[in-house]
């Protein structure tokens, strides 16, 4: 208790802005007490103003009061300095190199504790007292302390800069938008780092979906290392099998088999590696972007958030894989060297001679598909564009192929197309001549009621009417339904509503080997309506299949795209 009493006399006993013993204690008219120097150098700096004010309590005074050393004062701040305790905060309390000081402190100052963005000046714990007592500065806009105050300062009228011009990207005051800025797109700062904020935002999500993909990539990746390992792990084990069974002879033919599936199988695996190494690159320099902008999200000075906020470099577009085709389905890995030796087994010397290139040959095709980014924008679809016309042998007798083969329309009259096992006898369905494979791209124009846009395996049934014949309704065929009002998708006679812009042209992605099929809506811009990952087990065709009796007149075109 006692120790509490001397620590009450000495914050009694202490200068309010130097926060130190008192030396030569004054007192103004208002009662409170200074140190002679300090009030004297906070009066000096209000000489021009021609009033002088209380630091504490801001009562002002004309003319500037005479000052008079208090005895009084002096003696007990004496006395209390013979106790040997000091009024000095603790060294940590003082505001080093890399802080931010206190603005009114005098001598040594203190940390500031907040930064007020009106007043533009830092305050330590004492001198913030009157934000929060008296009503005026409680409105005060107070952040963490900042070294960048002035920053907010207009250097042309010395306002506070509480505006954004949009028209010149650049914060202003309140004159300059009534003087050199004036009819320019003016909004509050406040406004603008709404804005920005919204923006900001937008691409972290951006970022994190990303990191998701990343990710997700690296994951399948992982996945298709321990494929190839199990398929060459197969591969050897087997080929150890069928050696052991062979005369001394085969041997050394054995030996070779093995080191070259290793061989080979350290090279897939280390192209598969090296692409996982990037992507785990790429994952944590998304990361770290991310916190830089978490970071700035979290600033509270506008001004200073609109300052930095230029200073971040756009998000650079991705060069590597994307996860949409990573879902990888290669026809073999190091199986055909198991058939390969097989074969050997079975033969004598002289034929071992002559099949050892093929065992040398099945063990370095190996090749897995490594992912490529889907295409992005129409230009780059546009790459994988096919030249595809429509095959008479298919197309039913009320449809008229025209323009090349490439346009097909709705007649009332049969065709003069002979008799053909390919045709379709009772739907209004047509295939493409060329088979599709690798990636390909191409895009359907129709007209009137509506169509739909299919791709089918060459073996979907042709005769009748079933599910077994229909675009979409069975497990060889897939196909998009589009009318003026809405689309379908279908397979295997189940359907999914698409929901997208309306247009009548429709854009078809094929990645055969990747088992992707996209389908778009093309106008000014191209939106994807519906994508398949699958396996494809065999070449697909290009189909349109019309509603029926009551598609008379209406058309659809395989579009020359190159």
């Known amino acids: 208790m006692a120790q509490k009493g001397v620590q009450l006399d000495r914050e009694t006993f202490s200068c309010s802005i130097c926060l130190d013993l008192l030396k030569d204690p004054v007192t103004v008219p208002c009662g409170h007490s200074y140190c002679m120097n300090c009030i004297q150098t906070h009066w000096d700096k209000e000489d021009e103003k021609r009033v002088y004010s209380c630091p504490q309590c801001r009562q002002t005074f004309t003319p500037r009061p005479a000052l008079l050393k208090s005895t009084m004062l002096a003696v007990l701040v004496e006395e209390l300095k013979k106790t040997g305790l000091q009024a000095a905060p603790a060294d940590h309390c003082y505001a080093g190199a890399e802080d931010v000081a206190c603005d009114v402190c005098t001598g040594r100052k203190l940390k500031a504790c907040k930064s007020c963005l009106q007043c533009l000046a830092s305050y330590c714990e004492k001198h913030l007292q009157l934000h929060s007592e008296l009503d005026p500065l409680k409105k005060h806009k107070l952040v963490e302390p900042s070294k960048k105050l002035q920053e907010n300062i207009c250097s042309r009228h010395d306002e506070v800069m509480k505006m954004f011009c949009r028209t010149d990207q650049q914060s202003i005051c309140y004159l300059c938008s009534v003087d050199e800025h004036k009819g320019h797109d003016t909004v509050s700062a406040a406004a603008e780092r709404t804005e920005r904020q919204r923006e900001l935002g937008v691409s972290r999500q951006n970022i994190q979906q990303r990191i998701q993909d990343r990710e997700k990539d690296v994951k399948l990746l992982q996945q298709e290392v321990e494929a190839v390992n199990r398929s060459a792990d197969k591969a050897v084990e087997d080929s150890e099998k069928i050696f052991t069974q062979l005369i001394r002879l085969m041997e050394e033919r054995r030996s070779d088999v093995k080191q070259q599936v290793r061989s080979q199988q350290e090279a897939e695996v280390s192209r598969v590696r090296e692409l996982q190494e990037?992507?785990?690159?790429?994952?944590?320099?998304?990361?770290?972007?991310?916190?830089?902008?978490?970071?700035?999200?979290?600033?509270?000075?506008?001004?200073?958030?609109?300052?930095?906020?230029?200073?971040?470099?756009?998000?650079?577009?991705?060069?590597?894989?994307?996860?949409?085709?990573?879902?990888?389905?290669?026809?073999?890995?190091?199986?055909?060297?198991?058939?390969?030796?097989?074969?050997?087994?079975?033969?004598?010397?002289?034929?071992?001679?002559?099949?050892?290139?093929?065992?040398?040959?099945?063990?370095?095709?190996?090749?897995?598909?490594?992912?490529?980014?889907?295409?992005?924008?129409?230009?780059?679809?546009?790459?994988?564009?096919?030249?595809?016309?429509?095959?008479?042998?298919?197309?039913?007798?009320?449809?008229?192929?025209?323009?090349?083969?490439?346009?097909?329309?709705?007649?009332?009259?049969?065709?003069?197309?002979?008799?053909?096992?390919?045709?379709?006898?009772?739907?209004?369905?047509?295939?493409?001549?060329?088979?599709?494979?690798?990636?390909?791209?191409?895009?359907?124009?129709?007209?009137?009621?509506?169509?739909?846009?299919?791709?089918?395996?060459?073996?979907?049934?042709?005769?009748?009417?079933?599910?077994?014949?229909?675009?979409?309704?069975?497990?060889?065929?897939?196909?998009?339904?589009?009318?003026?009002?809405?689309?379908?998708?279908?397979?295997?006679?189940?359907?999914?509503?698409?929901?997208?812009?309306?247009?009548?042209?429709?854009?078809?992605?094929?990645?055969?080997?990747?088992?992707?099929?996209?389908?778009?809506?093309?106008?000014?811009?191209?939106?994807?309506?519906?994508?398949?990952?699958?396996?494809?087990?065999?070449?697909?065709?290009?189909?349109?299949?019309?509603?029926?009796?009551?598609?008379?007149?209406?058309?659809?075109?395989?579009?020359k795209v190159k």
């Open 278 to 559: 990037k992507l785990e690159q790429e994952i944590t320099e998304l990361k770290r972007r991310d916190a830089d902008l978490e970071e700035l999200s979290l600033t509270e000075d506008h001004n200073q958030f609109l300052h930095d906020y230029p200073s971040l470099s756009p998000l650079s577009e991705s060069t590597d894989s994307d996860s949409s085709i990573f879902l990888i389905h290669p026809l073999r890995y190091f199986e055909d060297v198991t058939a390969a030796v097989s074969e050997v087994r079975d033969q004598l010397q002289d034929v071992l001679r002559e099949t050892w290139t093929n065992i040398s040959r099945t063990v370095t095709e190996v090749d897995v598909l490594l992912p490529q980014p889907e295409p992005k924008t129409r230009a780059e679809f546009l790459q994988y564009s096919c030249d595809i016309t429509l095959d008479p042998n298919t197309a039913y007798t009320l449809l008229l192929l025209s323009d090349g083969k490439r346009k097909a329309t709705v007649m009332t009259e049969n065709q003069s197309y002979s008799s053909h096992p390919d045709r379709f006898t009772d739907l209004f369905q047509v295939l493409s001549r060329e088979s599709l494979t690798g990636r390909c791209y191409w895009e359907v124009e129709w007209r009137g009621g509506g169509v739909f846009v299919a791709v089918a395996y060459k073996n979907i049934s042709r005769a009748g009417s079933g599910d077994e014949c229909v675009f979409g309704y069975n497990d060889k065929s897939w196909a998009l339904r589009c009318d003026n009002n809405s689309y379908n998708f279908w397979y295997n006679s189940v359907q999914t509503r698409v929901s997208g812009p309306l247009s009548s042209r429709v854009g078809v992605y094929l990645d055969h080997r990747a088992g992707i099929l996209s389908f778009y809506s093309i106008s000014e811009t191209m939106t994807l309506l519906h994508r398949v990952q699958t396996t494809f087990t065999q070449p697909l065709y290009a189909g349109l299949w019309f509603y029926g009796w009551l598609s008379y007149g209406d058309t659809a075109e395989l579009c």
